[in-house]
């Protein structure tokens, strides 16, 4: 889904804008966020906003839901 947004923007002569497309290894509590925090991620590559995805098999098929603030932050 990521690499087709990515595709989206790159293919559209209208965006001007700057999108960091980050993908996190090890997302299922194997530590990914925190080593790539660690590694400086947002001093490389500064962010206004940050919006992840997960799947969600409940919702129909070409609708997502949305909320403010943390959501699926933790397996726990």
Do not use: K
């Not at 990515?6 to 965006?15: E, H, I, K, T, W």
């Not at 997302?27 to 790539?36: D, I, K, P, S």
Request: charged share 20%; with cysteine.
């Amino acid at each position: 889904m990521l690499i087709r947004a990515a595709r989206c923007l790159a293919d559209d002569p209208a965006f001007a804008g700057t999108v960091h497309f980050i993908f996190q290894p090890a997302e299922e509590a194997r530590g990914g966020a925190r080593a790539m925090l660690a590694d400086g991620l947002f001093e490389r590559f500064p962010c206004d906003s940050i919006y992840g995805l997960h799947n969600s098999p409940s919702l129909s098929v070409g609708h997502f839901a949305t909320r403010r603030g943390p959501m699926m932050a933790s397996v726990h």
